[in-house]
């Protein structure tokens, strides 16, 4: 299905005591360019978030957000440095013999020093936190694809407007580019007649005038070429791959095809049927700078 480059999605789900909330936004890019902001100490998930979005994003300049609240306090972990506290206690000890004073060292005079003990939060575990990142991250890309396939819907219905309108363009100047060769022989053999008078009028060089006029002026190579690149655009249209680039080079060709019929135009009711094909080329050109 033809998605738009633009989107937009967010998820916000409460997980394993932990309040997640995803954002992701793209704008047009040739290729696929990420760039994310997580929260201080989870920067493990940034190339999780892009392997993962990649391989349901295409291209795009692609921005995503993660926020995460703990709602639960994780467990706390206290440590005792047995080696320390026990030279606190022998020095108490070589206090108590060397002074004559009683040795009255208890747990709760120890616990004072508090460089006998660390504190600490339990590991995180980093498999678990992206497992949960993750499934709020499918959501939000389900939402950001649907926005862009939306999107996606009304470029490729005004891109094939505009194609239906080059093709009767088309065929305007399919009809009309024999007539000119007609009208032109019939101009040269009326201008011979006044110039000549009354002498014969060779018509056999009439007849060869005409034939170079009538190659100098052909166009139904060309006609037959747009066409021909009208179809595969509409073709491409109906791909389930991202065909942005595809489509970029295609109109590259309709635009070329235009502009050699526009220089073998010898006439001035083809030469402004050209002028309006290219301008729909453009409005094409346009739009398919924002399809993935």
Same mark, same amino acid.
């Given at each position: ?10 998820? $916000? ?17 040739? =290729? ?25 994003? &295409?291209?795009?300049?692609? /921005?995503? +957000? ?14 005792? !440095? ?5 030279? =606190? ?13 009683? !040795?009255?060292?208890?747990? #709760? ?8 003990? #660390? ?24 939402? +950001? ?22 093709? /009767? !363009?088309?065929? +305007?100047? /399919? ?38 006029? &009538? ?36 109109? $590259?060709?309709? !635009? ?37």
């Amino acid at each position: 299905m033809i998605k738009s480059m633009t989107g937009y999605g967010r998820a $916000q789900e409460t997980r394993d005591g932990m309040s997640i909330t995803v954002e992701i936004k793209s704008v047009n890019h040739r =290729y696929f360019e990420f760039s994310s902001r997580v929260p201080r100490g989870y920067g493990f998930l940034e190339e999780k978030l892009k392997s993962y979005l990649q391989t349901v994003i &295409a291209r795009g300049k692609v /921005e995503c +957000f993660v926020q995460i609240e703990t709602l639960e306090e994780g467990e706390a972990v206290v440590s005792l !440095n047995a080696s320390l506290a026990a030279g =606190y206690i022998n020095a108490f000890k070589e206090m108590s013999e060397r002074f004559g004073i009683e !040795n009255d060292v208890t747990t #709760s005079s120890l616990s004072r020093f508090g460089d006998i003990f #660390s504190v600490h939060k339990e590991e995180s575990d980093e498999e678990k936190i992206w497992e949960d990142v993750k499934a709020v991250t499918i959501e939000a890309a389900e939402r +950001f694809i649907k926005m862009r396939e939306t999107e996606g819907i009304k470029l490729k219905n005004d891109v094939l407007s505009r194609a239906d309108k080059i093709i /009767e !363009n088309v065929a +305007f100047i /399919e009809e009309r580019s024999p007539q000119t060769v007609q009208e032109y022989n019939e101009k040269l053999l009326q201008r011979m007649k006044t110039v000549l008078e009354d002498v014969h009028v060779d018509e056999q060089r009439i007849l060869t005038e005409a034939a170079i006029y &009538a190659d100098k002026v052909a166009v139904a190579e060309e006609t037959v070429r747009l066409r021909s690149h009208i179809d595969q655009l509409r073709t491409l249209f109906g791909s389930e791959e991202a065909v942005g680039r595809k489509l970029d080079f295609l109109v $590259q060709e309709i !635009n070329r095809e235009a502009n050699t019929i526009g220089s073998k135009a010898q006439d001035v009711a083809i030469a402004r049927k050209v002028i309006d094909i290219k301008a729909e080329v453009e409005k094409i050109r346009e739009q398919i700078q924002n399809i993935e």
